[in-house]
Nanobody, 122 residues
Framework: QVRLVESGGGSVQAGGSLSLSCVASGGSQSTYAMAWFRQAPGQDREFVAAISRDGSPTYYSDSVKGRFTISKDNAPITVYLQMNYLKPDDTAVYYC???????????????WGQGAQVTVSS
């Protein structure tokens, strides 16, 4: 089965930057559609960004558009999330996800990472 291992996360001041990465291993596919979701305490999981299997197009939620950038490599299969101009409302556990199909903003991804805490202080 596919394992998604996230790295990065941490605590930053508002206006700062942080980057996340997620490496996929154990699968037989040469590439995956991948995405990032986040979940704040007491809140539902929400879509953040997604990238198609071939790297384009990409998709962003309105709340992060212009501040976050999603990108990926295929050897090894890795998805990145560069987060700039962070706000306290960005505080959440961030999860990477992968699937064999391009799902755009859907939350039906089959594989999920363990989550990485991002904390933004005011």
């Amino acid at each position: 089965q596919v394992r998604l291992v996230e790295s990065g996360g941490g605590s930053v001041q508002a206006g700062g930057s942080l980057s996340l990465s997620c490496v996929a291993s154990g699968g037989s596919q040469s590439t995956y559609a991948m995405a990032w979701f986040r979940q704040a305490p007491g809140q539902d999981r929400e879509f953040v960004a997604a990238i198609s299997r071939d790297g384009s197009p990409t998709y962003y939620s309105d709340s992060v558009k212009g501040r976050f950038t999603i990108s990926k490599d295929n050897a090894p299969i890795t998805v990145y999330l560069q987060m700039n101009y962070l706000k306290p409302d960005d505080t959440a556990v961030y999860y990477c996800a992968a699937d064999t199909m391009d799902l755009e903003i859907s939350d039906d991804y089959f594989y999920w990472g363990q989550g990485a805490q991002v904390t933004v202080s005011s």
